[in-house]
């Protein structure tokens, strides 16, 4: 198809009518600032050829020209097949569709409205969407043809385009032969597969489903049933396990019995034993008893016996003793009488030497305190001396008016100022001495005393001023002395005020005369330090005390003094030896204690004698009642025991009775070690070995219970199973597993071989059609090599058709477009579609639109590009969209239209 | 003395390799014992000894033991029967089951020890285990018997190779243990070259290949320390038929499928046929032929084997055909791959089976759409 003329009104910008035509069959350039229509120009073709006149929705609307109310229309005249062919259509308003083709000068009505529409499509094998406008998909062969702006890249193709590329790739694949034989496989495959491969489920599934269902039932079926067997097997090997364990116990069941039977035997003459021995024992225990009673009975007499005997020999000697130790008594009470008699002779010096000691201790206070009296008199004198000595210092102290240091030192400085004052005011007086040889007057007329003065040699006249001197001398001269004509108020003032200062610091003293003024301040300062002086010695005396203290410690020790006095008038006149009367008082004190130790010691042996001999004498007589009663007793128990018999007689029975009694304990323990003996022969206790068989037996019995329980329970188990015939249930099973097993290998193998067949055509077709693509590859890649200039890769496709990435020489892997750059990639594109072009076109001519393409190619590029679309030219009828036109300037015989003078116009 | 030896019934097997018929199989062993019944009246035979493995196992139905006690009580003289490794005398066995009891004639062997027997002693060697690897007649010394001795043991002899020798018998042990005849059981086909001792085999054949199977033994022994004379009855009602063809030629099919046609009493028949070599995709018709037949004259069981049959390489007649393209080349592929002695690779998990059943199927759709 090629385009011969496009007029369009009420299109959008493009409310009037607007033409563009005749186009050349070869390169039409349609350019024009942006907005100026370019792209609505090339919507209203694709509309016009593609969708349905009475289209509606949003999209449609938005074809109306902005405010007006007009019904979009286009007209298109093209060429197909030889035809010359006119197609209007009128969209929203009266919507309609008319085609005409041009027989014998006229343009002559081919369809209308719907079929019209599709007469179109068809012409370009397109096709329509379910709703709004179409899109590049459905554009048929015109996919590959038209780029409107900004959509030169190829992202899909549409069912009917790779179909058509297909058909044109692979004749043999649209053989109708092959689509049976295609088809046959697709449905075999689909009736067990699905899209994704894996095999149907559900009511679809194939037979191989559901038979490996029975099949895993069948399995798990035959699992129970082997366990079921397995079980039946143990039960089988249990029961005989448990027959064999109750024989077994059964066994050990009769040697325990006849085990308990002799330990029963052996526990009764055990019994029987133990219970004579207790016998034997309690005999035994008797006759020792007795034999024991009779002994000791004898023994009792016996020693009664002696107890008399000596008893008497006690009392005989007790009572000789007796007058002996009385008279031993009497001689110590005498003794200890006369010794104390002594103690208290003795006694009687205590109160002497006591006196002496109070006096000599009394003495020696007497001398203590006269010494502390003597020591505070002394002392306090010193003070009042001291005390009187200061008084005058301050009294002469107080008769000398003088500054202290500080003051002093505030009037020195003060005189100083004053000098260097007085000073320099009298550098700054002019003074002239006259000093006459002989009497005259001087008239002093400038000066600080303007007066008339008599000068003599006598009396010189000295004058002073400040700044001029000036005077006369009748008769002899006027004299003017003049100096710096400095004025001296402020040194005199400065002099004034170092006096005032003086006079104020001078002012209460004595003297203005600053000499006189220092002696007197040398002085009070000599006095003071006398003061302090003796300050400073009555201090040390005091010792921190007062004088008041100093008078009554005085006093204290004076009162003391004449109290001790007052006791020994006689230390008034003649003080006493204290060390003498000490000593008389020690000597005395020793001797007294001396007597009265030995006294006491003597007194005390005395007593203790007598104490001792009195309790001699008392003991020797308790001794005498004490033995004089046992002896009593003795004698009447010893009747007790004998009786009235004979003593001797008596005691002689006792003692035959006694020996009797000795050998019937010697048979008792004869009898108890044969019966221990025996006993001893037994070991261990019989009884508890029979207790111990009796456990055991119990024990064995009742596990012989439990595996007779066992036994009947195990037995019983496998009666059941036997009934289940657990074999035979598992042999059916298995019967039927290998028969379903049977099933599924048949239906796997055919499941396979459809698998197999379906892939290994598609593998087949897939291959088929790549071998016949490469030249399409190919043909792109040499294409996109003439735009580039230099080898930017070879171009592959994907399955559908679709540039899917370019493989670039000495690179290991391909570069994906999407990281090629933009130029670049448009570029491919251009390339691609260009080849698949003439895959698909290369009988006629059709129509190749570009709308404002290869926008990021580069000026070399771009041109070598239009050198293709000028090759191109050959085979297509090229529509170049652009707002800049002046690269194709150079495409030979192409026509340009200028769309904005073309709407001025 | 006149008995018939007869062992290895099996009753209550299993048929997992003819499961199609695996009830019907088991209702001819019993068959199968009645007729060794009916053959030992027919000999008038003294006595009816079962060398072991009467049934298969001791957890089979109990009507079945039943049946078999009712089919040996028809028998007028003594039965024994030996408790051997398929049906040990262990706790819940077959030998348990009253119907043993309840007739006179039949005698289970329960201990190892002589019986008396009409005409001898018999030495039974009954077993306590599934597995056992002694030599079971060890125990057995007839030699100073007077009487004619008769042993019954199941057991391999030794000599015969096997992976776990079970139950060994020595070769002269009948000799050995001073016995005139030593009836054995275990191998279920017939063997009596043995010196005075014999394995009677299994009175029905129990699977495909089994040799001279399905007899028992007519045992007659004159006196003591005579030769026995044996002779085996055939008793099996069963044909077991394995076939194993190799295709070569184009005719090789045809016969195949006449010989199916001709087999006798098919309903007795269990057919096993398998198939070899090359054939040609046109013969694809014989081979639907001969399933058709086989299932159509209804064998007791049939099983055909077609997958040791690949589509000869050279058979590319039909290929000319095909369009060139990817239908030929699906073809040529499929065919390479059904070859088994390809140097092609094949894809994953694909056999030479799979590859020979994707190209029968490709030439039936190409053929059905040329038709």
Sequence with gaps: MILRRLAVEGWRCFAGPLELGPLDERINVVHGPNGVGKSTLLGAMIRGLMDNHAARGAEIESLRPDGRDLAPRVTIELEHDGQQLRVFKRFLDSPDSKTSRFEGGRWVPLAEGRMADQQVRDML??????????????????????????????????????????????????????????????????????????????KNAPAIVGLEEQLRKAREARERLRQQLDRFD??????????????????????????????????????????????????????????????????????????????????????????????????CAKEETEAAAALASVETRREKVAQASRMAEQAAQYHRAK????????????????????????????????????????????????????????????????????????????AERPDVRHASPAEPVELTAAGTVEFRIPGVARFRATGPSESIDSLRAGCETARAELESLLAGFPTRDLGELEE???????????????????????????????????EQSAAAVERLAAECPDWANAPPDAELLQADARQARQQFDADLEATSRRHRACREANLAADAT??????????????LRNTERRLGELLGELNADERLAELKADRDNRALEVQAARANLNRTESALKEFGDDPDEKKRQIERESNELKAELQRKRQQLHDAARDLNQMQDQSPYSALGEVEEEMARIEQSVAVEQLRNDAVRLLYETFRQCRDASVASVVVPVQDRATELLCRITGVPLGAVRFSESFLPEHVVPDGLDGPRELDRLSGGEQEQVHLAVRLALAETLYADQRHLLVLDDVLTATDPNRLARALDLLAEAAERYQILIFTCHPEPYRHLPAARYFDLQAMRQM | MKFLHTADWHI???????????????????????????????????????????????????TDVRRVALALAEFKGPVYL????????????????????????????????????????????????????????????????????????????????QDQPESPIPRDAAARRGLDYLALGHWHSTVVSYDRMAYSGTHETTKFDERDS?????????????????????????????????????????????RIETIDDPSRALLNLSLRGMFHADQRTELSRIEEIAAARDFLFHRIDSTGLFPAPKDDGWLADLPVGPLRETARRLQRWSDPATTDQRPDGVTPQVATRALLDFYALWRGGQG
């Design chain 1, 125 to 202: 094998d397109g096709s329509i969407p379910a709703r709004g406008f179409t899109s590049a998909e459905h554009w048929g062969l015109a996919q590959v043809l038209w780029a409107p702006q900004g959509r030169l890249h190829l992202s899909e193709l549409g069912s009917s385009l790779t179909g058509a590329i297909r058909a044109s790739l692979g004749a043999q694949m649209t053989s109708p032969a092959a689509d049976r034989v295609e088809k046959s496989i697709a449905d075999a495959y689909s009736e067990i597969y699905t899209d994704t491969g894996r095999v149907r489920s559900g």
């Design chain 2, 214 to 258: 399905g007899n028992v033994l007519l045992v007659e022994i004159a006196a003591r320390g005579a030769v026995p004379r044996i002779t085996p009855i055939h008793t099996g009602g069963l044909s077991w038929l394995s076939l194993d063809e190799e295709i070569r030629d184009d005719g090789d099919l045809a016969r195949v499928r006449q």
């Design chain 1, 520 to 554: 007197l301040q040398n002085r009070a300062v000599d006095i003071g330090d006398r003061l302090i002086a003796a300050q400073a010695q009555l201090d040390g005396l005091l010792g921190g005390d007062t004088l008041d203290v100093l008078q009554k410690q005085h």
């Design chain 1, 371 to 446: 010494e502390t009296f003597d020591r505070h008199e002394k002392r306090l004198r010193q003070a009042e001396t001291l005390q009187n000595a200061v008084k005058q210092i301050l009294q002469e102290r107080g008769q000398i008016i003088a500054p202290d240091a500080a003051r002093w030192r505030a009037i020195q400085t003060a005189a100083s100022r004053r000098e260097r004052a007085e000073a320099a005011l009298h550098a700054a007086m002019i003074r002239v001495v006259i000093e006459p040889e002989g009497d005259f007057e001087v008239e002093i007329t400038s």
């Design chain 2, 82 to 161: 030996v408790p051997c490794n398929h049906d040990p005398l262990v706790p819940g066995s077959v030998w348990e089951h009253p119907c043993w009891t309840e007739h006179e004639n039949l005698h289970v062997l329960r201990a190892a020890e002589p019986v008396a027997v009409p005409g001898g002693r018999l030495y039974p060697c009954p077993v306590f285990t599934k597995h056992a690897t002694a030599d079971p007649t060890a125990w057995i010394d007839a030699r100073a018997d007077a009487e004619i001795a008769v042993g019954a043991a199941h057991g391999s002899v030794e000599g015969v190779p």
């Design chain 2, 12 to 62: 209550g097997m299993k048929a997992a390799h003819a499961p199609a018929a695996a009830q019907r199989l088991r209702d001819e062993r019993l068959a199968a014992a009645r007729r060794v019944v009916e053959v030992a009246a027919e000999h008038q035979v003294d006595f009816l000894l079962l060398a072991g493995d009467t049934f298969e196992n001791n957890g089979i139905n109990r």
């Design chain 1, 617 to 630: 004498l008392r003991l020797a007589n308790s001794q005498l009642d004490d033995r004089r009663d046992q």
């Design chain 1, 234 to 331: 143990e039960l089988s090997r249990t029961i005989d396990d448990l027959h064999r364990q109750c024989e077994d116990l059964q066994r050990r069941e009769t040697i325990l019995d006849k085990e308990l039977e002799e330990a029963a035997a052996r526990a009764q003459s055990y019994d029987t034993l133990k219970i004579q021995l207790a016998q034997q024992k309690e005999e035994g225990k008797a006759a020792e008893a007795c034999y024991r009673e009779l002994k000791n009975r004898i023994e009792t007499v016996e020693l009664a016996k002696q107890n008399v005997r000596e008893l008497g020999d006690q009392l005989k000697k007790l009572e000789t003793d007796l007058p002996r130790r009385t008279e031993a008594v009497e001689r």
